[in-house]
């Protein structure tokens, strides 16, 4: 078996006999196929509906260099992830703590300069963009963090805080500000008399929809919305939800909504992309992916959410170990350490990232399988 020639596809699921397989030569091989890929999907033209478009996007931190600067321990906490979202939609991003979606939102934003891969924006590659190119753009690309008590200024009025962004982008003339502002707040629930309160005075709730008026201040065209209703008791979490709905029908608004949690991304998402240790295992329509779950992690996330019908019995799985660390990550399928369907072949082979029809993408091998 050693040295044997084995293409990157179906036909590795062929391989039954793994005693002298050789798994550097493997690794070596499907890092040249990546590269290849890689290659030639830079020549294709961005996707023209998109508003964000990412390919084979990678964010590796440094851990430990040499004195001479050469890295000695990376972590990659985003390895090699793509997908396209289009006007108007969601595209809802789940998995586990530490699979990597704050920082693939962040590295979207240019708040992490990309270790790889490409990012477009409305048909414009930002990938090298400098922060001086990249502060014009800011406006129209904004995001809303899980914590809506560390994300708002202390000492400054609601007010205060809405204006800044709509002066410092000259949105509207300096006389006509305040109006603007109070009109943007009454599109997110809140009373003009806020205008000149301090967050202190509010709840989490509210100060989330502070949060989201100070996000539509500069009309933006795509909001990365991370995990923002967790801090949020669940009443409280439907209100803000409702709201993002709605603003994004009346504005057209793109969103990239990271979550942990699976009924708030089904209630609001188009798209479904499942993360796990820094890539996606499954993507498709959220419909298709709630009715027909293929891979076997999200199998896992899917049967932990609280079924609310007593009488409906739920077949939970329940994942052996921890997350491995994204620094030595696992070889072949990096979820074969915890998944209950893993063959000998996951162990050795990363599974492709195959397209079932209707643009639902899983990356298993024993999917592969089941449809032969
Ligand atoms: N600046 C950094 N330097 C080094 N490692 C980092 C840095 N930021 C994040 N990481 C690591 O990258 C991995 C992914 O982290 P990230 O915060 O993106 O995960 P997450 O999916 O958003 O998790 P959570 O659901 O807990 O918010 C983790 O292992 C984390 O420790
Ligand atoms: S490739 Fe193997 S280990 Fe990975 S999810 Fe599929 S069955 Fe499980
Ligand atoms: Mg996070």
Do not use: W
């Not at 400098?130 to 609601?158: A, G, N, W």
């Not at 205008?195 to 009309?219: D, K, M, W």
């Amino acid at each position: 078996m050693e040295n044997q020639e084995v293409k990157l596809n179906t036909e590795n699921a062929q391989i039954t006999d793994f005693t002298n397989f050789d798994d550097q030569a493997q690794r070596e091989r499907e890092q040249q196929a990546l590269n290849k890929k890689i290659e030639e999907d830079k020549l294709l033209p961005p996707d023209p509906e998109a508003v964000l478009e990412v390919r084979h996007l990678k964010k590796h931190f440094v851990l430990k260099k040499t004195l001479l600067g050469k890295p000695l321990a990376t972590l990659k906490a985003v390895d090699d992830i793509s997908f396209v979202v289009k006007q108007g939609e969601t595209l809802g991003i789940v998995g586990e703590s530490g699979c990597g979606k704050t920082t693939m939102g962040r590295t979207v934003l240019k708040l992490h300069q990309p270790t790889g891969g490409q990012i477009f924006f409305n048909g414009e590659e930002i990938t090298n963009y400098k922060s001086r190119h990249m502060r014009s753009l800011r406006k129209e690309m904004q995001i809303v963090f899980q914590d809506p008590y560390s994300s708002l200024p202390p000492r400054s009025t609601v007010g205060g805080i809405l204006a800044e962004p709509v002066l410092v982008h000259k949105i509207v003339p300096p006389s006509e500000v305040k109006d603007y502002v109070l009109e943007i707040m009454e599109q997110c629930g809140l009373r003009d008399y806020y205008y000149e309160r301090y967050p202190h005075e509010f709840s989490g709730g509210q100060r989330q929809r502070i949060c989201i008026a100070r996000a539509l201040t500069v009309n933006p065209k795509l909001i990365i919305c991370d995990e923002p209703v967790s801090a949020l008791d669940v009443s409280i979490q439907a209100q803000i939800l409702n709201l993002l709905k709605r603003i994004q029908k009346e504005r057209k608004l793109t969103y990239l909504f990271i979550s942990h949690d699976l009924s708030v991304v089904k209630h609001i998402s188009d798209k479904i992309g499942v993360m796990y240790l820094g890539s996606m295992v499954e993507f498709g329509n959220s419909d298709e992916i709630f009715a027909n779950p293929m891979h076997p992690y999200t199998h896992a996330l899917f049967s932990a959410v609280p079924n609310p019908d007593p009488n409906e019995k739920v077949n939970r799985v329940i994942l052996k170990g921890d997350i491995p660390s994204p620094s030595n990550p696992p070889m072949g399928c990096k979820f074969h350490t915890r998944c209950p369907k893993a063959m000998e072949i996951c162990k050795h082979i990363a599974p492709e990232y195959k397209d079932y029809g209707n643009e639902h993408y899983v990356a298993c091998h024993y999917c592969q399988m089941q449809e032969k």
